[in-house]
């Protein structure tokens, strides 16, 4: 992973921004460290750089040291009992001027912060931006060099007149979110290049004289010379979902040296029929991404982000929706790089159309991520909004006119800027006629109807819209909640389900079905990560959306090897239920064993015998086919897959006493770093449908993981089969645990420091 990451950053820092670094100089420095925040509003910058002495009643003590990217709704959007803060914090830091050019140029850019922003250095507002999701730049070079003071004021309130609405289903989140760079550049300089790909033509704006050097994805230089025409490539590599190939576009300008990466491809989607990349038929096989992430909220660091692109690639998807709003450079390279194609859209969410502010809030943002982004092979498709027959911001009852009026005009902006990619929506029946493709809502087996009815759902879909692809299926799962009876694939939506069990099943049936439509473009299901959300308090994990088929932390749900199984050419074998230690039923009673590969025959073994060989078929539902109905014996059990070279094992506890209503929590201390609780009867019995809620909490010197918005990081939770479970975390001597559940006695567990060594560490930082 470590040699991956750093090969990986290397080809981002040459491609991000358009910077390079000449000889002798360091020109573009990441402002990661050295920052201090405070979570309130100040009354203006004296305030904030004033002298902090210690017996002075005028100093402000509450300031603490943070590095950038930093989220200061990293751990409150998932609080179970409050609402996120929504208000004004301030950064500030000193800044060393030390610009190398003669008359140049001293530039802060941000990736990505606020949502509104104000820029100071020492008491002179030299910027400020309304966007999270928005590369842009503030020039301070008239502030000198030297000692800079810089202090920054981000502020999340409430605002109906901005982008996107507080009635997403997402968390709006404050503070500089993503990276902040100081660059110098020379005094004569462009902020940026449009460069296009037609054909196997590169178009380079030719407004001002470059030289060019043009790198094919083998290393060697294609083309030297100028900007003056359009450089013609003879037999280009094709970029490629399976290949993604880039070339390489060097670009001087004076003093100044810009890199970025291209790629050759072409894409179609055919009327009421499928979707062709570089003239073959390709099934999109995709999901979403939101910018959001155990115990850092939108603060991701590289390494998280690289990981999660990489499960995303390793379960075998070829597309992606980055919803609901533009992300930063890095997302798009990883996606050129790996081989997605890219939905990607402006934060219109919800909400209805605002005033002329609201709606030049769109525009700028459209504008802002086309420019920024039309060079990456990996986009195919601009997103114009997500959802906006959803009233609620202005009126109860929805401006039509209006919605439509607003939607046609960035139609309109969106071809003028590009005409190489189609337009997008989701949601919105009344403006399906505007855009190049849309998505309709189809929830089959969650929102609405059984999931059995997905071809016939699709299929209407398909004869219905000319370009239609499919954004947005699925159900929520939480996290180790498994059911042994009662999938009858018949009856109809199971929206409050929330078992793993359930999911896989709806998983199977819909990528089975999808497998088999010749005339789909494709789809996306909702979502790879479980995120932050404000609109739902009473989830299992409160204030979670938890459609993830990964944990909010990127561990794996047992959704996400079914997907795998299905799209992935990478070999690969999963038992079904690997978070499932404890199953039941009577003693003899067949209970339904799931194995889920990609391979064409899977042998299963029980307690070390073999139970015969199954062929993948897609058509032999459930999991194509390797299926097994097993006695188990009371007590341990052993199941063993075996697929060729691989091999996947689980061992879990089969029990067949029945029991009654929870009566009492029992406190276990498991792997030195976890407190599982465990609710059981008045005879001491497991209850293993039980979904009560717990509640931990912690006295001593020790810590709880908490407010990570995970199945082990959340102070109050419901139970998944009678079961939950928190870290411990910074155990520095004696401490004791206590989980209370409503209407049952508290349950109390002594920890001593000398079992809680592998708890010191953070477990999941």
């Not at 978070?579 to 799931?594: D, I, M």
């Amino acid at each position: 992973m470590k040699s991956l990451l750093t090969g990986l950053w290397k080809a981002v820092a040459l491609a991000a921004l358009g910077i390079a670094v000449p000889a002798g100089a360091q020109v573009r420095t990441e402002l990661a460290d050295g920052w201090e925040f405070i979570r309130q509003d100040m009354a203006n910058t004296w305030e904030v750089f004033r002298p902090v002495k210690a017996g002075k009643p005028e100093s402000v003590p509450l300031w603490k040291p943070v590095s950038v990217p930093h989220c200061y709704n990293a751990h409150d959007g998932v609080a179970p009992d409050v609402n996120y803060y929504q208000g004004p914090a301030w950064y500030r830091r000193w800044l060393k001027i030390q610009n190398p050019y003669p008359n140049g140029h001293t530039l802060l850019v941000f990736e990505g912060c606020g949502p509104k922003t104000q820029v100071y250095v020492g008491s002179q507002l030299v910027g400020s931006h309304v966007g999270s999701y928005d590369l842009w730049t503030v020039d301070i070079t008239s502030c000198g060099s030297g000692e800079l003071p810089l202090a920054i004021r981000c502020d999340n309130s409430r605002d109906v007149e901005m982008l996107p609405s507080d009635m997403s289903d997402f968390c709006l989140y404050g503070g500089i979110c993503r990276q902040v760079w100081l660059v110098y550049q020379p005094e004569h300089y462009l902020s940026d290049v449009r460069i296009d790909v037609k054909d196997d033509q590169i178009i380079i704006d030719d407004s001002v004289p470059l030289q060019v050097e043009i790198i094919a994805p083998d290393g060697k230089t294609v083309f030297r010379g100028d900007n003056s025409k359009p450089v013609r490539v003879r037999h280009p590599h094709r970029w490629d979902v399976d290949s993604p190939q880039l070339y390489t576009v060097r670009l001087n300008y004076g003093e100044q040296h810009l890199e970025k990466q291209i790629g050759f491809r072409t894409f179609e989607f055919r009327d009421h029929g499928p979707f062709f990349l570089n003239g073959r038929r390709l099934l999109l096989n995709g999901t979403h991404r939101h910018e959001d992430h155990s115990g850092v909220g939108a603060a991701m660091s590289k390494e998280q982000v690289l990981r999660e692109f990489l499960l995303i690639k390793q379960m075998g998807a070829n597309f992606i929706r980055l919803g609901h709003y533009p992300q930063s450079d890095y997302v798009l390279h990883l996606c050129d790089s790996l081989g997605l194609l890219v939905w990607e859209e402006i934060p219109w969410c919800r909400g209805g159309v605002g005033g002329s502010g609201y709606q030049q809030q769109a525009r700028e943002q459209l504008e802002t991520m086309i420019s920024r982004h039309r060079h990456h092979p990996s986009i195919i498709l601009w997103g114009l909004g997500n959802e906006n027959d959803w009233p609620g911001d202005f009126s109860t009852v929805l401006d039509t006119v209006a919605v439509r009026r607003l939607m046609t005009e960035l139609n309109a902006e969106a071809h003028q800027l590009d005409d190489s990619r189609m337009t997008v929506i989701r949601r919105c029946d009344f403006c399906a006629d505007i855009v190049d493709v849309y998505s309709p809502s189809i929830w089959a087996g969650w929102y609405s109807r059984r999931f059995t009815d997905y071809a016939q759902m699709e299929l209407q879909a398909i004869g219905r819209y000319p370009r239609f692809l499919h954004a947005e299926w699925g159900g929520d799962s939480h996290a180790g909640r498994h059911a042994e009876t009662g999938f009858d694939i018949e009856a109809g939506d199971r929206n409050g389900d929330w078992s793993e069990s359930y999911i896989v099943r709806l998983f199977d049936w819909h990528l089975k079905e999808q497998a088999k439509m010749p005339l789909l473009t494709g789809s996306a299901f909702w979502t790879f990560k479980d995120f932050c959300t404000p609109l739902r308090p009473e989830n299992p994990i409160p204030y979670v959306n938890q459609k993830g088929v990964c944990q909010r932390d990127g561990t794996p749900k047992e959704s996400y090897y079914v997907v795998q199984s299905y799209w992935s050419r990478q070999p690969m074998l999963h038992i079904y239920g690997h978070s499932w230690p404890v199953r039941w039923g009577k003693e003899g009673e067949p209970r339904e064993v799931l194995v889920y590969s990609n391979q064409p025959e899977v042998e299963l073994f029980l307690n070390g015998v073999s139970q015969g060989r199954r062929q993948r078929h897609i058509d032999d539902y459930p999991a194509q086919g390797f299926h097994w109905n097993l006695s188990f014996r009371k007590g341990t059990n052993t199941l063993k897959a075996v697929a060729g070279n691989l091999e996947d094992e689980i061992v879990f506890e089969y029990q067949t006493e029945t029991w009654r209503k929870p009566a009492g929590i029992v406190l276990t201390q498991t792997g030195g770093n976890k407190i599982e609780a465990q609710l059981c009867d008045s005879q001491g019995i497991r209850c293993l449908d039980a979904t009560d809620w717990i509640t931990f909490s912690i006295a001593g010197d020790g810590e709880l993981l908490i407010n990570q918005g995970t199945a082990t990081g959340s102070q109050r939770i419901q139970a998944a089969n009678g079961r939950a479970a928190i870290q411990l975390k910074n155990i520095t001597g004696d401490c004791v645990v206590s989980a209370k559940s409503p209407g049952l006695p508290s349950a109390f567990l002594y920890v001593k420091e000398e079992k809680a060594d592998a708890a010191k560490t953070d477990h999941l930082q």
